[in-house]
């Protein structure tokens, strides 16, 4: 991977995308379990159409495949839905993938009845951009949908900071060569008015292991 594209590129949308080509099938293989959050959302509920926004190596979407008739990944990175087929096989798994961007969303409106949305929206680069996939989130959820969203926050313990910034966070590959992430680190206030801003309602709000969770649904 070009240097320009580990560093400037970082904090772009096609930097990101790059990056997680280039890091993809690695960082699949440290992904290998739902969240205990994203399970505790899902228990109890079940729905027709299931999206897992930014779905990785498909982990989460496993989880709503249990909950869902049709369940569907998606992600921007060809590497991660490569990895998220070979899991989808290896586990016997029936769900689709399908390639998109999570600010312009490739599904139809008001069909989505259980979202996922973790561990993508801050590596939006910008607060339009973060606020336009919130606005494709509320759009894509049927009504009475429920979605959970989950970002980085300065709640974690790797941070000392009070306000939401962005950041760059490296991913060391085997042999030791690193590549910049970025992350726009969200404080709790932060997030609760991004949601707020948008066409979500947010129902139910909590700090979880570092990160800012947020139960929505379409506002009413």
């Not at 505790?40 to 930014?54: C, H, K, N, Q």
């Not at 569907?72 to 961007?101: K, P, T």
């Not at 336009?132 to 980085?152: H, I, K, N, Q, T």
Request: negative net charge.
């Amino acid at each position: 991977m070009p240097d320009d594209a580990r560093t400037s590129g970082a904090d772009t949308r096609s930097g990101v995308r790059e990056t997680y080509e280039y890091i993809g099938a690695h960082f699949s293989k440290t992904r290998e379990y739902a969240w205990p959050e994203v399970e505790r959302f899902l228990e109890g509920r079940s729905g027709d159409v299931g999206l897992d926004v930014g779905c990785g190596n498909g982990r989460h979407t496993e989880v709503l495949a249990e909950r869902c008739t049709h369940a569907v990944g998606l992600d921007v990175s060809r590497a991660l839905l490569a990895a998220a087929a070979e899991r989808r096989a290896d586990a016997d798994c029936e769900y689709g993938l399908l390639r998109g961007d999570a600010g312009a969303l490739p599904v139809g409106a008001s069909v989505v009845d259980l979202g996922v949305y973790v561990a993508t929206l801050h590596h939006l680069p910008t607060r339009a951009g973060r606020l336009a996939s919130l606005d494709e989130l509320a759009r894509v959820l049927a009504p009475g949908g429920r979605a959970l969203v989950s970002a980085w926050s300065t709640e974690h313990d790797r941070f000392d900071a009070e306000v939401g910034f962005d950041t760059t966070v490296d991913w060391t590959l085997p042999g030791g060569e690193t590549v910049d992430r970025f992350y726009h680190v969200y404080d709790p206030d932060e997030f609760r008015t991004d949601v707020a801003e948008s066409a979500l309602e947010l129902l139910e709000f909590e700090v979880s292991s570092g990160n800012c969770y947020g139960v929505v649904g379409p506002r009413r």
